[in-house]
C-alpha cells in the first residue's frame, strides 16, 4: 500500500469537506463534494475494495449528486435566497465541540495496537464474494434495504407531487 | 531493467492509444454525419474545402472546422460563473476519454512469458466503472447549464440530468441480464463468452436486452430522438448557447466521444466485441499463415479491380479543374499496390509464421474488426438522428420510466427463468 | 535495496489508525457543518458526509479483519444515504415552495 496515495486522497478528501461546509453557494458546495466522493473513492481502492469503489462513484457521484445538483437548478436560486443568518457563538460552539469529538475519537482510536493490514485473501472485496455473502447471511437485511427503498420512492413521489387544494 | 522499460512502454502505450483512437474516430465521424445527413437527405453535402484543389469528398472539412473553431474568439460573457464555466467543457470531454480504457480492444494473447490484455485496465467490476463513467459526462452539462447564468442552458442543464437518471436505470438494468449470462462483471469476459459464433452473441441471445441498452444509450449521449437538452427548436441551443470557439468544440467533440464509446460498449456487450464472424482466436491464431495469405490475395484483387475502376472513370475536362485528376490520385497508387502486393505473394508463395507473429496477426486484425464493428454502429447513431424526429419532453419520461424500466426488470426475470431451464 | 529507503518506509507506513483517524475526523467536520451552515441543501450534503465516514471506517476495519461483511454494511448505507437524499430533498423543494427560502431558520414555526 502506498503512503503518499493515501495522504494525497485524505489530503484531497478533508480539504474539498472543509471548502464544502464554508461554501454558501449549493452548487459550489456539490462540486467540492463530488471531488471528495472520489477521493474517498481511491481510499477504497487502497483498501481493496475496488467494487466498492466504483459503487461509491455510481451511487453518490452518479446518483445521488446529481439529484442535489437537479434540486439546486430547479430551484434557480437568486444570490438574496442564498443569504443565511449567521450566529457566531454558535459556530464557535460548535468548533470547541468537534475539536473535542476528534481528539476523544483520536485517542480511543491509538489504544488499538498500532499493527498495519494483514495479507489479504484470496478474492476479498471482489463482486463473488460480496454476492455471495449478500445472498446468505445478509438476505434479511437485504430484502429490508428493498423495502426501504420503495417507501422512499413512495415519499419521494408523494412529497414532489404538487397539492391541489381547490 | 530492461523488462521493467518493457513493462512501462506497455503501460503508456495502453493509455495514449485508446485516446488517439478516440481523437482519429470525432473527425471521421463529424464527416460520417455530415455526408451521412446529406446522403439521407438527397444532396451533395460538404464539398468544397480543399487543398491544393483535392477536395476528398468532404473529408478536408473537419480540419477546416477545427482550424476555424480554435482561432474563433473565445468569449466569456459577462454574466456567467467564470470558474464553472470553463471548467464544464474540460470535464466534458474528459469523461468522456477515460471510460474507453477498459474496454477490451483484442483477444489477450501470450507475450514474453506473460499474458498482454489489450485493455488499459482489467478491473474487476468493468461494466459498472462504465456505467458510473457515463453517468459522470452529465455534469459537464449541468455545470454548463448552471454556470452560463441563462435561461434556455438552465433548462438544458435540467433536462440533461433528468433525463440521464431516468435512462441510467433501465440501461443498467439491461446490462444485468448480459451479466446473468455471462457469470462475470468484467467485460473481457463478457466478449470472450460470446464466441464467434454470430448466432451466440448477445443481441439473438438476449434481443429485449439489446433494444433497451440501445435507446438508452441514445438518451444518455443526448442524440436524436432524445436530444432534449440542446433541442435547438426550443432551447436556442441548450446548455451551450452561451459557448463559443474552442469550448463549444470541447461539447461538440464530447458528444461524439460519447457516442464513440456508446457504441464500443454496445459492440462489446451485444455484438460479439473484438470476435471475428465464424473465427476462432485460437483457429486463427495455429492456422495464421493461411488466413494472411488468403486474405492478402483477396485485398490485392480487390485493390487492383477498385484501382482499375477508378482510372477508368478519369476523363479531362470532366470539372474543368483539378477535380478531374482525383480519381486518378487513388486510383493508380491502388493498381500499384495491388499488383505490388500480388507479386509478392506469387514471388513468397506461402509461408510459415512464427507463433509470436501469428499473435500479432491476430490481435491486429481483432483491433480492426472490432474498430469496424464500432463505426458500424456509430453509423446506425447517425442514421437514427437523421430519420426519427425528436420526441416531447412527457413522452421522454413516459417512454423511461413506464416502458423501459418494466420492460427491463421483465426481461431480467425471463433471463433468469431462461437460465433455469438451459 | 537501499537500505535507507527501507527505513523510510516503515516510518511512512498506513497502519488501521491512519483511516480512522481520517473517518474521525470526515465525521467531525460532516457534524460541523450541519451545525454552523444554515443553508438546508449543504446540510444535507454534510449528512452525506457523515455516511461517508462510516462507510470508510466500515471498510478500513473490513480489510482489517480481511471479512467481507464490511463492505456489505457499506452498501447498505448507500441504499440508505440513497433513500435519505431523495426524502430529504423532496422535503426542501416542498418547503421552499411553501417558504420561498433555503435558510432552515425559516422553517422554525409549524404553520405554512
Partial sequence: ?166 | MDTQLLHFIIVTLKLVIPFAIILTFIPLLVWLERKGSAFIQDRPGPNRAAIMGIRLCGLIHPFADAMKLMFKEDIIPSQVHKFFYVLAPFIALSVASVTFLVIPFAAPMPFGGGVLSFQAANINAGVLYILAMTSMGVFGIMLAGWASNNKFARLGGLRSSAQMISYELSMGLAVISVIMWAGSLALNDIVSLQGANILRWNFIYDPLACLIFITAAFAETNRTPFDLPEGESELVAGYHTEYSSMKFSMFFMAEYANMVIASALIVTLFFGGWQIPFLDTNTFRTNADYYLYYFLVAAAVCCVILGTFLSIKFKKGRFGDKRDYEPLVFGVPAVVAGLAIFCLLVVLGRFPLPLEAANWIVAVCQIFTFLFKVLLMCWVFIWVRWTVPRIRYDQLMDLGWKFMLPLAMLNIVITAVRMLWQ | MHPRSVDFEIHMHVSIHHYLVLAAVLFCLGLLGVIIQRNILIMLMCIEVLMNSINLTFIALARYYNQVDGHLVAIFVMAIAAVEAAIGLGIVISLFRNRQSIDINDFNSMRG
Fill in chain 1, 1 to 166: 500500500m502506498n503512503p503518499y496515495f493515501f495522504y494525497a486522497f485524505a489530503t484531497i478528501t478533508v480539504l474539498m469537506v472543509v471548502l464544502m461546509i464554508l461554501q454558501k453557494n449549493p452548487i459550489t458546495g456539490a462540486m467540492c463534494l463530488i471531488v471528495s466522493f472520489f477521493s474517498l473513492a481511491g481510499l477504497y481502492v487502497l483498501l481493496e475494495a475496488h467494487f466498492i469503489a466504483v459503487l461509491q462513484i455510481l451511487v453518490y457521484a452518479g446518483a445521488i449528486m446529481v439529484l442535489f445538483i437537479f434540486v439546486i437548478m430547479f430551484l434557480n436560486l437568486k444570490k438574496e435566497d442564498l443569504k443565511t443568518g449567521r450566529r457566531p457563538f454558535y459556530q464557535f460552539a460548535a468548533l470547541i465541540a468537534s475539536g473535542a469529538l476528534v481528539t476523544f475519537l483520536v485517542v480511543q482510536y491509538t489504544k488499538i495496537p498500532p499493527v498495519s493490514f494483514p495479507e489479504s485473501v484470496a478474492g476479498f472485496g471482489t463482486v463473488e464474494a460480496i454476492g455471495s455473502l449478500m445472498f446468505s447471511k445478509y438476505v434479511i437485511a437485504f430484502e429490508v434495504i428493498g423495502l426501504l427503498l420503495l417507501v422512499g420512492i413512495i415519499g419521494a413521489v408523494l412529497l414532489g407531487k404538487k397539492e391541489n387544494h381547490d
